[in-house]
């Protein structure tokens, strides 16, 4: 491998070598070429490159310097005289013809012509002291073309930056374009990183006189080959690897560099770094690095340009010009014009808007990230420049690795996230489910935030962020019942009023509406409310579960009204029989939503899914029945005992189907598998527990069971409705699954006995 000691530089290519310049020059290859044989020809033509600044002008003119000396033939009949990239000590015209005799002298010197160099360096001195402009400059200009015929040579001019040498040159721009033309030796290849308005304004000197070259963005070969040259004489082998094995993280850097060849260095001096955990500083620091760069680019636009770019690189996604007028304040006419003069310097990019009409948006995405850093002023945008970076840079993995983290952080650890960085997070989000928890999450941290009157400041519910307003809402409702139960409430022994609030508040079981009837109670003294029952209800639950119905991100279990509530719920939930548990009293609290999320699921429903699902809100008995036997003639083969829950069969008490489950289960003959709900089934139809004496001891604990279940649900049911007081029995926990579906004989039955054969009295509805 080649060593270079320089092999690359941002800001300052004058600084390379020749050696340098020829390996590390990849991209504008065809344009190279084409300037070249142009001055083989003869040099008839002059050229102007206009591309923003970072698209390679500098390095192109530099390289065009070095391709004249390299070609032999060339190089006996031209002559290539470099600048400074910015003439600042231009203000007459004589100013730039001495300095192309002061550049004449370094190219003699790079050519061993060390005589005719000093020559021209005392003629230099002699110019400088003639008073006279008008003498002066025709004194420098005779001179340079006099050497070029005495030594038969084509001058070329590489102006950097020619815009700044024309406006300082106003009042003289015929006379030069008179002399540019008049002397075929003389040949300008000049650059500006903007419209020079000279050369296109009709009437104007230099009107239709230059070969114009606009340096667009690279293509994705141009790309791909710059960076695999960076990655080998920067020694960044795993850029290639990344490269190479997904093609995708090509796109990606396009997209964000515009195809700018000095982002895409940038970005792959962070790409070589890999996915770390130090990204976000990466990135900040590569952000903080391109301000000078990006700070002027945006200053070079004029103060309408300028409004018009905020717009559209606060809005990110395609923006159309009617969309940008109604941001800008503008006329429409007036924006379209400024678009379109944006669009042709390489600032905004035209691109397809989801309308179907032509949208337009910043066309090197990371020059937009670092204004949307800077300049925005909603929350929701703050850290959008992260998320997006994170996304582009490294890949979907590594962005739905970094969400992951932010939602599966421990309460105290989400406390110090940064709100706005959870909104940015989903705001780039693709996935649904992590974009609405993300949302939710970074409600929460806001919450938590301190000052209430500041709150939801850099939030517009009322617009751009009225889908939070439901959150935030119900956030606020629960922050204020946990403030007044703590204030209020008689904690039991060993308890403090803040585990008590907290408890309540995190009651997956119990709905919001509820909790505020129980916070007014004890605001009002008028109810006594027993919380040892509420708070013991939350202790079989996950932490992380009860935290976020606490802080409002996931709804109580009544309070689901869709299947992404319930599988918000659900991801929360450890997998096994804790979660086949939660998702019966789901069922039993909600039961047509909970429908939805089982249709919702890729796999095919159990039939613990199917029995949730039987029981829909208005349905009478025999279409229950129907969806009820379906499911339950499934469970010959099925082994787990969660369609037993007593949550789902709640429901046929509740509606007053007891009796006709109960047949059911006997008429499928599951009554002897499920003997302990078959009982309770028959004893809440009949109203009354007395006759459970006859049961064996085995059997009648877990009926009980049942009959206090459903007797709790009735009851907070009841309360909810507004119609009794709280009962204090808790709902009593799942019954252990039996080793054997052989049910035990019972006291006072005989073998020849069934249970079926009891008279059926229906509970009354």
């Known amino acids: 491998m080649t060593s270079h000691a320089r092999p690359t530089t941002l800001y300052n290519p004058h600084l390379l070598t020749q050696d340098e310049l020829r390996g590390g020059f990849v991209a504008r290859q065809p344009l190279l070429d084409a300037l070249v044989d142009d001055l083989r020809r003869g040099g008839g033509q002059h050229h102007l490159l206009i591309g923003a600044r970072g698209t390679g002008k500098t390095t192109l003119l530099l390289r065009l310097g070095v391709a004249i000396d390299d070609d032999p033939a060339l190089a006996r009949r031209a002559i290539a005289l470099r600048f400074p990239e910015e003439q600042y000590n231009i203000i007459r015209p004589s100013d730039f013809w001495l300095n192309c005799l002061d550049a004449l002298v370094d190219a003699l010197e790079r050519r061993g012509l060390v005589?005719?160099?000093?020559?021209?360096?005392?003629?230099?001195?002699?110019?400088?002291?003639?008073?006279?402009?008008?003498?002066?400059?025709?004194?420098?200009?005779?001179?340079?073309?006099?050497?070029?015929?005495?030594?038969?040579?084509?001058?070329?001019?590489?102006?950097?930056?020619?815009?700044?040498v024309l406006?300082?040159?106003?009042?003289?721009?015929?006379?030069?374009?008179?002399?540019?033309?008049?002397?075929?030796?003389?040949?300008?290849?000049?650059?500006?990183?903007?419209?020079?308005?000279?050369?296109?304004?009709?009437?104007?000197?230099?009107?239709?006189f230059f070969n114009v070259h606009e340096l667009g963005g690279l293509d994705d070969d141009e790309a791909r080959r710059v960076l695999l040259r960076l990655s080998e004489v920067l020694d960044t082998p795993q850029v290639a690897r990344a490269i190479e094995a997904n093609p995708g993280r090509l796109k990606s850097l396009l997209l964000l560099?515009?195809?700018?060849?000095?982002?895409?260095?940038?970005?792959?001096?962070?790409?070589?770094?890999?996915?770390?955990?130090?990204?976000?500083?990466?990135?900040?620091?590569?952000l903080d690095q391109v301000t000078p760069y990006y700070k002027a680019r945006f200053e070079d636009l004029p103060p309408q340009a300028q409004q018009i770019f905020d717009a559209v690189a606060l809005h990110w996604h395609p923006m159309t010009a009617i969309e940008c007028a109604d941001k800008t304040r503008l006329e429409v006419t007036l924006v379209s014009a400024q678009l379109t003069r944006l669009a042709r310097q390489g600032v905004i990019a035209k691109v397809p808007h989801p309308s179907g009409k032509l949208g337009f948006q910043i066309a090197e995405r990371f020059f937009g990230i670092w204004y949307m850093m800077r300049a925005s002023r909603r929350l929701r945008r703050k850290l959008f420049w992260l998320a997006v970076c994170l996304q582009k840079l490294y890949g979907d993995d590594e962005f739905a690795r970094q969400?992951?983290?932010?939602?599966?952080?421990?309460?105290?650890?989400?406390?110090?996230?940064?709100?706005?960085?959870?909104?940015?997070?989903?705001e780039a989000s693709t996935d649904a489910a992590v974009k609405r928890r993300l949302e939710r999450r970074a409600v929460t941290a806001?919450?938590?935030?301190?000052?209430?009157?500041?709150?939801?400041?850099?939030?517009?519910?009322?617009?751009a962020d009225r889908d939070l307003k439901g959150h935030v809402d119900r956030a606020t409702m629960l922050d204020t019942i946990r403030a007044s139960v703590e204030q209020h409430v008689k904690p039991p022994p060993g308890r403090t009023p803040r585990e008590c609030a907290d408890a309540i508040a995190g009651n997956p079981l119990v709905a919001l509406r509820m909790k505020a009837v129980i916070a007014r109670g004890m605001t009002r003294s008028t109810v006594q409310l027993p919380v040892g029952p509420l708070i013991a209800v939350t202790a079989p639950w996950p932490v992380a579960l009860t935290a976020a119905v606490r802080a409002g991100e996931v709804m109580a279990f009544p309070d689901a009204a869709s299947a992404e509530d319930v599988d918000d719920i659900v991801a929360l939930?450890?997998?096994?029989?804790?979660?086949?548990?939660?998702?019966?009293?789901?069922?039993?609290?909600?039961?047509?939503?909970?429908?939805?999320?089982?249709?919702?699921?890729?796999?095919?429903?159990?039939?613990?899914w199917m029995c949730l699902a039987a029981f829909q809100p208005g349905d009478e008995w025999p279409v229950i029945r129907?969806?009820?036997?379906?499911?339950?003639?499934?469970?010959?083969?099925?082994?787990?005992?969660?369609?037993?829950?007593?949550?789902?069969?709640?429901?046929?008490?509740?509606?007053?189907?007891?009796?006709?489950?109960?047949?059911?289960?006997?008429?499928l003959g599951l009554h002897e598998r499920a003997l302990p709900l078959y009982e309770a089934l028959r004893a809440y139809a009949d109203g009354a527990s007395g006759e459970l004496i006859h049961l064996a001891p085995?059997?009648?604990?877990?009926?009980?069971?049942?009959?206090?279940?459903?007797?709790?649900?009735?009851?907070?049911?009841?309360?909810?409705?507004?119609?009794?007081?709280?009962?204090?029995?808790?709902?009593?926990?799942?019954?252990?699954?039996?080793?054997?579906?052989?049910?035990?004989?019972?006291?006072?039955?005989?073998?020849?006995?069934?249970?079926?054969?009891?008279?059926?009295?229906?509970?009354?509805?």
């Not at 002699?126 to 030594?151: F, I, M, S």
């Not at 033309?181 to 230099?206: D, H, I, K, N, W």
């Not at 500083?281 to 590569?286: F, S, W, Y």
């Not at 939602?407 to 940064?418: G, I």
């Open 257 to 286: 560099s515009g195809g700018t060849p000095r982002t895409l260095q940038l970005l792959h001096g962070v790409l070589a770094q890999g996915s770390t955990s130090s990204a976000e500083r990466d990135i900040e620091l590569m």
């Open 167 to 208: 406006d300082r040159l106003t009042e003289t721009h015929w006379a030069l374009r008179k002399v540019l033309s008049a002397e075929s030796r003389l040949v300008m290849v000049g650059a500006s990183s903007s419209q020079v308005p000279e050369t296109f304004e009709y009437g104007a000197a230099f009107y239709d």
């Open 573 to 608: 939930l450890p997998p096994g029989e804790a979660r086949e548990h939660a998702l019966g009293l789901l069922a039993g609290c909600t039961p047509d939503v909970v429908s939805q999320y089982a249709v919702s699921l890729q796999e095919a429903p159990t039939p613990h």
């Open 446 to 463: 806001m919450l938590q935030a301190g000052d209430r009157s500041a709150r939801w400041d850099g939030l517009d519910l009322e617009g």
């Open 698 to 765: 085995e059997v009648r604990v877990p009926t009980e069971h049942y009959l206090s279940a459903f007797r709790a649900r009735a009851a907070e049911e009841a309360v909810a409705g507004g119609q009794v007081a709280i009962d204090a029995s808790p709902p009593l926990p799942p019954r252990p699954r039996r080793a054997t579906r052989k049910p035990p004989t019972t006291a006072g039955t005989t073998s020849s006995e069934t249970p079926a054969k009891r008279s059926p009295r229906r509970h009354p509805r």
């Open 403 to 426: 969400a992951a983290s932010l939602l599966a952080a421990s309460s105290a650890a989400a406390a110090a996230v940064a709100p706005e960085k959870l909104l940015a997070f989903a």
């Open 115 to 164: 005589d005719e160099a000093a020559h021209f360096d005392a003629l230099i001195i002699e110019l400088e002291a003639v008073v006279n402009e008008d003498a002066r400059a025709r004194q420098a200009l005779a001179a340079l073309t006099g050497w070029a015929a005495r030594a038969s040579q084509l001058v070329v001019l590489l102006v950097d930056n020619l815009d700044i």
């Open 626 to 667: 129907t969806r009820l036997a379906r499911a339950l003639r499934l469970l010959q083969r099925e082994t787990s005992a969660a369609w037993e829950d007593a949550s789902i069969w709640f429901l046929a008490a509740q509606r007053g189907f007891a009796t006709e489950c109960a047949d059911l289960l006997a008429e």
